[in-house]
């Protein structure tokens, strides 16, 4: 019998004002979440498809409230080069990896240190991410 890792999923909190939006380019709650392994991250936006070893989450700080033309849809940050794949401006988390990933375009380049992800429970992603499998 084979054995499957549970999965944590964390949802996207969708803004009312963003939905039909967001689903103009394939992002609505069944289509993003966030989904915790004992190995692997994996952040599913859309068509946008982050993955990374679980070891490689260095740090998670919470943030929020946002700036709309900042924070919803994806985007990626000229500040610090990390991603931010977001549904609402009231909370997020954004998480540091050791090494950085790519997430934006398909194949290697560009490499991401950081993913802000608008979760509707911030707080749990974090404690999840902090708390070993």
């Known amino acids: 019998m084979p054995h499957t890792e549970p999965v944590r999923r964390f949802a996207f909190r969708f803004d009312r004002a963003f939905r039909l939006p967001l689903a103009l ?7 993003a979440r966030v989904e915790l392994g004992r190995d692997e991250l ?5 068509p946008w498809l982050l993955r990374t070893a679980r070891g490689n989450v260095t740090g998670v700080e919470l943030g929020g409230p ?6 919803v849809g994806p ?3 000229l500040a610090d080069g990390g991603v931010t ?3 609402g401006v009231t909370a997020g988390a954004c998480l540091r990896f050791a090494t950085p990933v790519p997430a ?3 194949g290697p380049w560009p490499r991401h240190p950081a993913v802000t992800v608008t979760v509707t429970d911030p707080e749990a992603l ?3 991410l902090v708390t070993p499998p």
């Open 66 to 71: 946002y700036r709309w033309w900042r924070a």
């Open 42 to 46: 994996t952040v599913r936006f859309g």
């Open 25 to 31: 380019i394939g992002v609505r709650p069944e289509t």
């Open 126 to 128: 974090r404690d999840a």
């Open 85 to 87: 794949f977001g549904t």
């Open 75 to 77: 985007h990626l940050s």
């Open 104 to 106: 934006l375009v398909p």
